[in-house]
């Protein structure tokens, strides 16, 4: 089992910035990925973003790309995300997740956080 708890959202203005945070403990060994999955009222959940957990390799969704960056610690075996430019668009919940596999998809993640509320105001 993986235990992954989120921080860091919040509300902000359109045009501001964001840092989420998210830690892991239990069989962190068995990560391959871990990724950020947002989910906004009456819409299905979807990607934003993953990373390679030991390699670092970056995966973004094309509406973020440009304005978030992934990144891991991986001796803290904490994941983040920053928010930047913000829109009113990017309000949802924001999920962390991982998964043993090398995916992008939600449904190929069997660990998930409580969800943390990013809202932006316009």
């Known amino acids: 089992q993986v235990q992954l708890v989120e921080s860091g959202g919040g509300l902000v203005q359109a045009g501001g910035s964001l840092r989420l945070s998210c830690a892991a403990s239990?069989?962190?060994?068995?990560?391959?990925?871990m990724g950020w999955f947002r989910q906004a009222p009456g819409k299905e959940r979807e990607f934003v973003a993953a990373?390679?957990?030991?390699?670092?390799?970056?995966y973004y969704a094309e509406s973020v790309k440009g304005r978030f960056t992934i990144s891991r610690d991986y001796t803290k075996n904490t994941l983040y995300l920053q928010l930047n430019s913000l829109k009113p668009e990017d309000s949802a919940v924001y999920y962390c997740?991982?998964?043993?596999?090398?995916?992008?998809?939600?449904?190929?993640?069997?660990?998930w956080g409580q969800g943390t509320q990013v809202t932006v105001s316009s």
């Open positions: 990373i390679n957990w030991s390699g670092g390799r970056e």
């Open positions: 239990g069989r962190t060994f068995s990560i391959h990925n």
């Open positions: 997740a991982a998964t043993g596999l090398d995916s992008t998809h939600y449904s190929q993640y069997d660990y």
